[in-house]
């Protein structure tokens, strides 16, 4: 079997488990790389190039930088200032959030931005009494458009290390910014004129706004069960955790009334008394009331509010799994969530619904917020937990060192200044300045390792070898050339137009580094044998690359929002589509404009 044909099978194969979902992207990233050099496509050497790539080592380096900056205090300074000069309007809110994450998406990885940013957003809009779901999305939005205006996003990275593959000059840091400058300006215009009336209001569709609606959100009301212990209970006397509430009778204790005092949050150590009153969550038409007769008797419901279960002592907050948490795919139960954290889980929000039952074997996904009770003490350690976002605002400002935040600005801006100076060494660059973190003592090496999102490195070392095989064994030429018999009746840009769309329609299923990696080498090649200047044609075809609005599913900060913000797959497309359409017209009339598509 011919090396071109052998590539076009693993190449439809994998595209087909990205989009089943079956295995993970990264996993199917690195059988794409095994099967090509297995095969015999690629030399050993060049299978596992992607790692020694410029662009692999420039994306840990952006990680590593970003958690440094996180580190030092830099990024909860910036979530403060948006508090502060955010306002209570809902579009000049929306304006502040949009230019704010924008604007630090030009520095930092946008998961990044999205994770630092949540918690401060949500706190605005509490406080300016607005519903998360009115921000979240055009935060989400407006990462992606800042990251179109640098080369320091994943996608940006990975064209033009293609690029340089083929011999061709790559992209320095602000070769991105003419093109990308004016489409992130007329994106936030139309979120603020358009896109905003297309989000959703209902409560339904949208996380609560202040703690007294969270029981209603999460419907948690309905499930709670007040019950008394009679007398000779075989619980009295015996600690909860040798109770069996959960284990036997599915219910989750929430708190003890003893004495006239509400005990919040009891620990598992707490010992049932005789007299004890128990407030359970779970599904009352589910526990067999007629076995246990003898051990619980049923009081009368009463109305609940948020307000009932929290107090100066206990918090009733929420969070979201972060996205390199190692929560994900992990149940409650085999992480002893409770004994970690010190906080009881009472729900989970899931694309836009809540779930109650069997908490403790629900396997946590990404974008799940998790409905917390527990210690208010618990909250400061939380905020500074990998695994979770809080998003609730800080109530105090975290101690400040000035010594570490100017050495991180230090070398975060040198690092920007010389990239720009020495746009071939980025990637020695970028490392350097991270490095120069950790010995500085604002970072240890296992905060660095902790922080560069391993998925994505793989995802992208392991397609990169694709590129070279598309390329090596003349199926981009092969695309090429049929592309050149649609240019021979039609105008050359037509085909610009095809690629470019064929590569938006793709980013909206795919990650942005995978279609970068299929799409830039035919791109390449067409453009070539066009006559046309391949740099800026793939600039083109990159840009459609980080349009991923239309669906959640092509970029990590998508789904990380959709929790927080109750959004449904729909709400992507009623306000994206619109958007990636708008952003079509105005890349492909830019972009012969600023980069001219012939030589000379």
């Given at each position: 079997?011919?090396?071109?044909l052998i590539?076009?099978?693993?190449?439809i194969?994998?595209i087909?488990?990205?989009?089943s979902?079956?295995?993970s992207?990264?996993?199917?990233a690195?059988?794409v790389?095994?099967?090509l050099g297995?095969t015999?496509?690629?030399?050993p050497?060049?299978?596992f190039?992607?790692?020694?790539?410029?662009?692999?080592?420039?994306?840990i380096?952006?990680?590593?930088?970003a958690?440094?900056?996180?580190q030092?205090g830099i990024?909860?300074?910036?979530?403060?200032?948006?508090?502060?000069?955010?306002?209570?309007?809902?579009?000049r809110l929306?304006?502040i959030?949009?230019?704010?994450s924008?604007?630090?998406?030009?520095?930092?990885?946008?998961?990044?931005?999205a994770a630092?940013?949540?918690?401060?957003?949500?706190?605005?809009?509490?406080?300016a009494?607005?519903?998360?779901?009115?921000?979240?999305?055009p935060?989400?939005?407006?990462?992606?458009l800042?990251?179109?205006a640098?080369i320091?996003?994943?996608t940006?990275?990975v064209s033009?290390s293609?690029l340089?593959?083929?011999?061709i000059k790559g992209?320095?840091?602000?070769?991105?910014?003419?093109?990308?400058?004016?489409?992130t300006?007329?994106g936030?215009i139309?979120?603020?004129?358009?896109g905003?009336?297309?989000?959703?209001?209902?409560?339904?569709?949208?996380?609560?706004?202040s703690?007294g609606?969270?029981?209603?959100?999460y419907?948690l009301?309905?499930?709670l069960?007040?019950?008394?212990l009679?007398?000779?209970?075989l619980?009295?006397?015996?600690r909860?955790?040798q109770?069996?509430?959960?284990?036997?009778?599915?219910?989750?204790?929430?708190a003890?009334e003893r004495?006239?005092?509400?005990?919040?949050s009891?620990s598992?150590n707490?010992?049932?008394?005789?007299?004890d009153?128990?407030l359970?969550e779970?599904?009352?038409?589910?526990?067999?009331?007629?076995?246990i007769?003898?051990?619980?008797?049923v009081?009368?419901?009463q109305?609940w509010?948020s307000q009932?279960?929290?107090?100066?002592?206990?918090?009733?907050?929420?969070?979201v799994?972060?996205?390199?948490s190692?929560?994900?795919?992990?149940?409650?139960?085999?992480?002893n969530?409770r004994?970690?954290?010190?906080?009881v889980?009472?729900?989970?929000?899931?694309s836009?619904?809540?779930?109650?039952s069997?908490?403790?074997?629900?396997?946590?996904?990404?974008g799940?917020?998790?409905l917390?009770?527990g210690?208010r003490?618990?909250?400061?350690v939380?905020?500074?937990?990998?695994?979770?976002?809080i998003l609730?605002?800080?109530?105090?400002e975290?101690?400040?060192?000035?010594?570490k935040?100017l050495?991180a600005?230090a070398c975060?801006?040198?690092?920007?200044?010389?990239?720009i100076?020495?746009?071939d060494?980025?990637?020695?660059?970028m490392?350097?300045a991270?490095f120069?973190?950790i010995?500085?003592?604002?970072?240890k090496?296992?905060?660095?390792?902790r922080?560069?999102?391993?998925?994505?490195?793989?995802?992208?070392?392991?397609?990169?070898?694709?590129?070279?095989?598309?390329?090596?064994?003349?199926l981009a030429d092969?695309?090429?050339?049929g592309?050149?018999?649609?240019?021979?009746?039609?105008?050359p840009?037509?085909?610009?137009?095809?690629l470019?769309?064929?590569?938006?329609?793709?980013?909206?299923?795919?990650?942005?580094?995978?279609v970068a990696?299929?799409?830039i080498?035919?791109?390449?090649?067409a453009?070539i044998?066009?006559?046309m200047?391949?740099?800026?044609?793939?600039?083109?075809?990159?840009?459609?690359?980080?349009?991923?609005?239309v669906?959640?599913?092509g970029h990590?900060?998508s789904i990380l929002?959709?929790?927080?913000?109750?959004?449904?797959?729909?709400?992507?497309v009623?306000?994206?589509?619109?958007?990636a359409?708008?952003?079509?017209i105005v890349?492909l009339?830019?972009?012969?404009l600023?980069?001219?598509?012939?030589?000379?």
């Amino acid at each position: 079997m011919s090396p071109y044909l052998i590539t076009l099978i693993i190449l439809i194969i994998a595209i087909v488990l990205f989009l089943s979902e079956k295995l993970s992207a990264d996993l199917v990233a690195m059988l794409v790389a095994i099967s090509l050099g297995i095969t015999g496509v690629l030399t050993p050497q060049e299978t596992f190039a992607g790692f020694s790539r410029s662009a692999v080592i420039t994306i840990i380096a952006i990680f590593i930088l970003a958690e440094g900056l996180k580190q030092a205090g830099i990024t909860d300074r910036i979530g403060t200032l948006l508090l502060r000069i955010a306002g209570k309007t809902e579009i000049r809110l929306l304006l502040i959030v949009m230019v704010f994450s924008a604007t630090l998406s030009l520095f930092m990885n946008n998961i990044t931005v999205a994770a630092v940013l949540l918690p401060a957003v949500i706190g605005a809009a509490n406080q300016a009494n607005i519903k998360p779901s009115r921000l979240l999305m055009p935060l989400s939005i407006a990462t992606m458009l800042g990251g179109m205006a640098t080369i320091l996003t994943s996608t940006n990275i990975v064209s033009s290390s293609l690029l340089i593959e083929s011999n061709i000059k790559g992209y320095s840091l602000l070769d991105f910014f003419s093109m990308g400058l004016p489409v992130t300006i007329v994106g936030i215009i139309f979120l603020l004129l358009y896109g905003r009336k297309a989000l959703p209001y209902s409560g339904l569709c949208s996380l609560p706004t202040s703690n007294g609606d969270l029981l209603d959100t999460y419907r948690l009301s309905e499930r709670l069960i007040r019950v008394k212990l009679v007398k000779g209970s075989l619980l009295a006397g015996k600690r909860l955790s040798q109770s069996g509430l959960r284990e036997k009778y599915n219910l989750s204790l929430v708190a003890i009334e003893r004495r006239g005092e509400m005990i919040l949050s009891p620990s598992p150590n707490s010992v049932l008394l005789q007299s004890d009153v128990l407030l359970l969550e779970g599904r009352f038409n589910e526990v067999p009331w007629e076995s246990i007769h003898d051990i619980f008797e049923v009081l009368p419901t009463q109305g609940w509010d948020s307000q009932d279960l929290a107090s100066p002592k206990i918090a009733f907050l929420e969070a979201v799994l972060a996205p390199r948490s190692g929560l994900i795919g992990q149940t409650l139960k085999a992480t002893n969530f409770r004994e970690k954290y010190g906080m009881v889980v009472l729900g989970i929000w899931r694309s836009g619904r809540p779930i109650r039952s069997d908490l403790a074997n629900e396997a946590l996904q990404f974008g799940d917020a998790l409905l917390l009770q527990g210690p208010r003490d618990r909250i400061n350690v939380l905020r500074n937990e990998p695994d979770l976002i809080i998003l609730e605002s800080p109530v105090v400002e975290a101690i400040r060192t000035p010594r570490k935040e100017l050495i991180a600005i230090a070398c975060f801006l040198g690092a920007l200044i010389f990239s720009i100076l020495k746009p071939d060494y980025i990637a020695l660059i970028m490392l350097t300045a991270g490095f120069l973190m950790i010995l500085s003592g604002i970072l240890k090496m296992e905060q660095a390792y902790r922080a560069v999102e391993w998925k994505s490195v793989f995802l992208i070392a392991g397609m990169l070898p694709m590129g070279i095989a598309i390329t090596k064994t003349g199926l981009a030429d092969m695309a090429a050339q049929g592309l050149l018999h649609l240019s021979s009746f039609a105008h050359p840009y037509l085909v610009v137009i095809l690629l470019f769309l064929l590569t938006l329609a793709l980013s909206q299923v795919v990650h942005g580094a995978v279609v970068a990696s299929i799409m830039i080498p035919i791109t390449i090649r067409a453009a070539i044998i066009l006559g046309m200047e391949p740099r800026s044609v793939v600039m083109g075809i990159t840009l459609a690359t980080s349009m991923t609005f239309v669906t959640p599913l092509g970029h990590p900060v998508s789904i990380l929002i959709m929790g927080p913000g109750g959004y449904h797959f729909k709400d992507y497309v009623k306000v994206g589509l619109p958007l990636a359409l708008l952003l079509s017209i105005v890349i492909l009339m830019l972009l012969p404009l600023i980069w001219p598509l012939y030589p000379g």
